[in-house]
Every structure is written in structure tokens, then in C-alpha cells.
């Protein structure tokens, strides 16, 4: 029986790898054209976020990949949930996207309560692993993932310098295209395994919200806890408007997470300005996310750095080339346990 599993799931990881088109997955020829410019060089005004247009596994190292046998062992739902979660539609780079995969596990395993919220969804790559991981668990069922976004790029203040009106777009209708592929991913995959939730009942546990942060996030979270709170506006007003909505309704235990934290000045400064106290203490610790990429050695021994005032550099600004760095490491994302 073990046997005809592994079979069945090696086949159908080959056609999942092999068969779909990466550059233009989750989209028809269309959206395709359409939205081109999420998986190029938008632009020379804002260096493109890193993204992967592949399909990926990043919770497992390659021992863990091999052992497909445990995806039929009712006892292993974490590891074979985690196993089975793909990553495809993101600008993210993997270390990103490995670190909200393992919040989300952390979440899980703790049996922390609390709804989820991305503000700053764009093609769903970031948050969509998310819905997959913990509706495969039947962890979703208790909670609600919240999105917000314009789906119509950037819209920059006189906070923002070097941010321009439609940087970083992604249409909702490229970004509703990735749910689909992610749907049947899910089908395929995990269907199988007879868990609690199927992918339309895990749907009706995601609220999504359409337009700026500041217009939508107080009323929509209203009356609601979190037990994760990722702020992905790229801009010192967007994150400003993100934390000011939503961080005072993260439960202790939570996590708040800025997907440039290290990338752009504006985003540093927000958080920066959230997390000091009156006396220039913090609040809580920084942990940062590596910049490791994708084809990297490492991939089997990801950790967080602690933010260090004398080792670590932030952004300058918020041009291109102006990441931060700790001990020469380059960083981008960061995150912050309420403990």
C-alpha cells in the first residue's frame, strides 16, 4: 500500500514540476501578457523584489524529500502537510518564504488561537502556502486568514521617496488565477489523505478586502485577535497604516512579520518606530531573515539572526543596493515574537 503511494506521489511531483510553465503559472495567455512584468525586471526605478517562479518544497531538506513513504502515516499529518506545501506565484525569495512556512508550523503546533492577516497580498505566493499548510492540517478551521491589498500596485505618499504610483502590480485576476493552481494543487496532493478540510471549506475561512490599508484594515478587524500579523507594503506609510490597524491585536505569543524589514528604509523606520519605547528601549527582540538563495547548500539549516545594533546595518534608503546586512550577511524580512 506504502508502495503504491510513493509511486503515486512521485509521478504526480513530476508532473507538477515538469508540465506546468513557471514563468506564467497560476495565469492564462492573457494574464500572462498581462501581468509580465511580475515575474521581469519591472522596472529601473525599484529593484524588483527576489521572487521564485518554481514549484518548491521549502520546509524539507533533501532526507526528509525522500522518505515519501510517511505521507501515509496518519501520525505524520505535520510532517506530511509540511512536505506537500508548494511555494509558486511570488516575489519572495526562499528565505521569506520559508520563514512565514515555519511561523505558521510554530503556530500550529502550539495550538496558538488567533485569525491571520497579509496586508499586501499581490500575487498570493506569500500567503496561499499558508492556507495550503494549515488547511492540510485542519488547523484553518479555527481561524480566519484576512487579505488586504488594492491589487493595483503602489500608491506612495511624501513618506515614500523613490516609490512610484503602481510599482510592484499584480492584477487580482493573476492573483485569483494563483488560488486556482494552489486548488488544485491541494486537490491533488492532499485530497487523498481524507484530512478535515477540503480546499472549499478551507476558502470560506479567508476574508479578503480590497483597498488601502488605512480605509479597510480597522473596520474589517474589528473585534478580532491575531496570532500573526505580516505587513508586505513595501512603504513607510503602508507599514505605518498596517501596524497602527492591526499590531495591538496580536496576542501575546503572536508574530508580527515585515517581509522588507531590511530591503527598503521606509519599512525600517515603521517598525523601528513601533517597536521603540519612550526610554529608546525595544519592545521585542528582531529576528531577521538570511538572503539565501534558492539553489544554496544551506537551505537545510535555516536560522534567524538577532538584530544587533553594532553588527548589524539597516537599509538606507529606499533605493536599489541599499539592503541591510548583519556580520556581512545580507538580510530582508524580519520578524518579532510578542513574548
Known sequence: KHSLVVMKLAGLLHVVTCVFPFACLGMTTSQCTEESSFFQVRNERVRPKPHSDGLYY????????????????????RLSCRWATPTFG?????????????EADRLQASSLPGDIVEAGVAGGGGVLPVIFYLACTGDLAQRTVHLFDTWEGLAPTKSDPGFHNGDYHIGYNAFMANVKEYKNAYNQQVAALNLSLSWDEAWTHVNIVKGLFADTMPGALAGRTLSLLMCDGDMYSSTKDCLTAAAGLVIDGGAIYNDDYYTFAGCYQAMHEY??????????????????????SEHGEFTYMAEDGSSCTPPLDNSPGGRGSCNSVEAEAALMRLM
Open 275 to 296: 517597536n521603540r519605547l519612550p526610554d529608546n528601549d525595544t519592545r521585542y527582540t528582531v529576528l531577521l531573515v538570511p538572503n539565501i538563495p534558492e539553489n544554496n
Open 58 to 77: 521549502p520546509f524539507v531538506n533533501a532526507g526528509a524529500k525522500a522518505s515519501f513513504f510517511q505521507l501515509a502515516n496518519p501520525s505524520s499529518l
Open 90 to 102: 511570488t516575489m519572495k525569495g526562499y528565505s521569506k518564504i520559508h520563514a512565514v512556512l515555519e
